[in-house]
C-alpha cells in the first residue's frame, strides 16, 4: 500500500501572516516527515475576540502572496465554506474525507496544549490525528506533553507574533524585515492597521 502525503495543518487568524509563520512551516517540511503545509486561514477562532481582524479576504489575499513561490506551502479558505464557528477537528474530518490521499497532521503551537482539553472533540482529535508542536515562549506544560500522538519538535523559539507587528504599524515603525517583502507592499498600500 503506498504511503500517505503528510499534510501539516497550520491554523490561524494570520491577521497579518509574518516571517515567523514560515519559518514554522519551513522547519516542519525541512525537519519532520511533514512534505507541504497547508495555511488554513482561519474566518473567526472561538476563543478570540473578533475586533482587530481584518476581512477574510484580506488576510487570505496575504497568506497566498506570503506562499505563491513555494511548491511546499499552500493557503487555504477552507474553513470560509464551513459551519461558523469553525472547529478544527470538524475541518480535519473534512479534508481528511476530501483528500484520502493525504495524512493531516495538526501544527499547533505549544502554548495551545494547557488549554487543549477546552477545543471541542479533543479526544477524538487526539485519536484519530497526530500533533507536532512548535515551542512558544513562557509556555508551561500539560497533560498532553506525553502523549503518543503528540510530538515536540525542535523548531526555532520565535517571538514574532502578529499583535506586534501590527501595534508596530499603528505606531509609525517600519515593520517590513518581520514581513514577507509583497505582503508588507500589500499592507502598505491598503494603509492596514495604521
Do not use: C
Not at 14 to 43: C, K, R
Not at 84 to 109: C, H, N
Amino acid at each position: 500500500m503506498e504511503k500517505k502525503s503528510k499534510t501539516g495543518l497550520f491554523f490561524g487568524s494570520f491577521n497579518p501572516i509574518h516571517q515567523g509563520h514560515l519559518m514554522i512551516a519551513n522547519y516542519m517540511v525541512e525537519f519532520t516527515d511533514i512534505s507541504q503545509v497547508w495555511f488554513i486561514v482561519s474566518p473567526h477562532n472561538p476563543l478570540k475576540e473578533k475586533n482587530t481582524l481584518l476581512a477574510d479576504h484580506h488576510r487570505l489575499a496575504m497568506a497566498n502572496i506570503a506562499v505563491e513561490d513555494d511548491q511546499r506551502f499552500r493557503a487555504s479558505n477552507i474553513e470560509f465554506h464551513l459551519p461558523q464557528p469553525s472547529y478544527t477537528i470538524d475541518t480535519l474530518t473534512y479534508l481528511s474525507e476530501k483528500y484520502p490521499e493525504r495524512e493531516f497532521v495538526l501544527i499547533a503551537g505549544s502554548d495551545n496544549l494547557p488549554s487543549f482539553h477546552k477545543w471541542k472533540n479533543y479526544e477524538e482529535l487526539l485519536n484519530r490525528y497526530h500533533l507536532y508542536i512548535y515551542p512558544r515562549p513562557e509556555t508551561v506544560s500539560s497533560p498532553f506533553d506525553n502523549h503518543p500522538h503528540v510530538h515536540m519538535t525542535s523548531a526555532p523559539l520565535i517571538e514574532i507574533s502578529a499583535s506586534f507587528i501590527r501595534d508596530g504599524i499603528r505606531e509609525g515603525k517600519n515593520m517590513r524585515q518581520f514581513l514577507p517583502e509583497k505582503v508588507w507592499e500589500y499592507i502598505e498600500e491598503m494603509h492596514f492597521y495604521k
